[in-house]
């Protein structure tokens, strides 16, 4: 299993923007999708935004037209831009690559590695 590693989360206000990022060393994304989840305690995980090995975009309600996924597959590295965020959006990101023969990352058993997490935190 490959271990994904993230970065770029940190403490920000309303408003305010992050660029999550998540690197599969020496490993690669080209022909896999990819996605980004959320979870904060006692909820649900929540898939928030997908890409295809196409470039291929999804987007949960929550986040359309604030987050954008992206991916760089020469760097093997995927992005998640966040704009506008909430409060609510406060919680603890984590990519994720989906099994190969996986057209679409739609729910977590169709994951094939997880990254550690990294914690965004919208203050007022």
């Known amino acids: 299993q490959v271990r994904l590693v993230e970065s770029g989360g940190g403490l920000v206000q309303t408003g305010g923007s992050l660029r999550l990022s998540c690197a599969a060393p020496?490993?690669?994304?080209?022909?896999?999708?990819l996605g980004w989840y959320r979870q904060t305690p006692g909820k649900q995980r929540e898939l928030v935004a997908t890409i295809t090995s196409g470039g291929s975009t999804d987007y949960a309600d929550s986040v359309k037209g604030r987050f954008t996924i992206s991916r760089d597959d020469a760097k093997n590295i995927a992005y998640l831009q966040m704009n506008s965020l909430k409060l609510e959006d406060t919680a603890v990101y984590s990519c994720a690559r989906a099994k190969y023969y996986i057209a679409t990352l739609k729910n977590p058993y169709d994951v094939d590695s997880w990254g550690q997490g990294t914690q965004v935190t919208v203050s007022s």
């Open positions: 020496g490993r690669t994304f080209t022909g896999y999708a």
